[in-house]
């Protein structure tokens, strides 16, 4: 089953590099208008909220082991500090991003 999961990861990916719909340039955008006002621009703050937990969803058990009690908050906060610390790749495709953002923090132990 786990072979399974990772091979839908991997098309999902793939895909997702040829179309790139969403840069870290995009995302980052959106989640500063949701810390600061999410009625401001509450389509692309919202987009964005929901395409970093939809991607942190599909990784966890895969790729990340988020703790059971994590609020969607940290999740987004983890991303907005790493999209803020990293302005020089903001430009790649922001399932990318946000892979690599969560799996400083919560990448599965594997023993």
């Not at 208008?33 to 919202?46: E, G």
């Not at 991303?79 to 990318?96: F, G, M, S, W």
């Amino acid at each position: 089953m786990k072979i399974l999961r990772l091979s839908i990861l991997f098309i999902f990916f793939n895909s997702a590099h040829a179309a790139n719909f969403e840069t870290g340039n995009t995302i980052y955008s959106g989640l500063e208008d949701w810390k600061r006002d999410s009625s401001a621009n509450v389509i692309r703050a919202s987009t964005s909220y929901g395409y970093v937990i939809g991607v942190h969803d599909a990784l966890q058990e895969i790729l990340l082991c988020s703790p059971p009690n994590i609020t969607k908050g940290q999740i987004v906060d983890v991303v907005i500090n790493y999209l803020r610390e990293n302005p020089q790749t903001r430009h790649l495709p922001a399932d990318v991003l946000i892979n690599q953002a969560l799996v400083r923090f919560y990448a599965c132990n594997k023993k």
